[in-house]
T-cell receptor, first 112, second 112 residues
């Protein structure tokens, strides 16, 4: 089992460019999440998907969109990147019954 | 708005010391509190505490939930350099089932 995988690991964008971060899990989990982590800020929830076909906003959704492509995959899109979106992005999944979350290795994004 | 506060923000100790990390929360209709350890990359799960499971222990780590004080502590005894990490606390409410709010973390540095 690979667990939760994310691509890419690193990315540098210029202001205004767009990109999609990919996430996949092979644990048959119902729920998937996108977080961002900034220094001294802990993890902040961007969007989550409680089950296939549903998505909901988290604490900091502005500037992002998500797609729950199927049960395995949950992507995060930045339509027009801004320097304030420079961060480390983590995808996570859980079985949806309030259990622990399993995290991917993260994507380090820099927007110049 | 749901809120999770961890203290201290950072801590430096020597091997063999005992440390206590704190997490306090303001969450409507509390459901669960989780502790994670984050070394260089993704957070890894330590404990989950609920109304029916207010104390957990694993080796040198233990955690207690105080529902009256709306807080939890994570104790690490006989610390080792491998305990150096950021410790994150996350809380879930019944109103936002499966949606977790994270604190900013406590950075622990254990010196030889």
């Amino acid at each position: 089992n690979a667990g939760v995988t994310q691509t890419p690991k690193f990315q540098v964008l210029k202001t205004g460019q767009s990109m999609t971060l990919q996430c996949a899990q092979d644990m048959n989990h119902n729920s998937m999440y996108w977080y961002r982590q900034d220094p001294g800020m802990g993890l902040r929830l961007i969007y989550y998907s409680a089950s296939e076909g549903t998505t909901d906003k988290g604490e900091v959704p502005n500037g992002y969109n998500v797609s729950r492509l199927n049960k395995r995959e949950f992507s995060l899109r930045l339509e027009s990147a801004a320097p304030s979106q420079t961060s480390v992005y983590f995808c996570a999944s859980s079985d949806g019954r309030g259990d622990e979350q399993y995290f991917g290795p993260g994507t380090r994004l820099t927007v110049t | 708005e749901d809120k999770v506060v961890q203290s201290p923000l950072s801590l430096v100790v020597h091997e063999g010391d005992t440390v206590t990390l704190n997490c306090s929360y303001e969450v409507t209709n509390f459901r669960s509190l989780l502790w994670y350890k984050q070394e260089k990359k993704a957070p890894t799960f330590l404990f989950m505490l609920t109304s029916s499971g207010i104390e957990k222990k694993s080796g040198r780590l233990s955690s207690i939930l105080d529902k009256k004080e709306l807080s939890s502590i994570l104790n690490i005894t006989a610390t080792q350099t491998g305990d150096s990490a950021i410790y994150l606390c996350a809380v879930e409410s019944l109103y936002n089932f499966n949606k977790f709010y994270f604190g900013s973390g406590t950075k622990l540095n254990v010196k030889p």
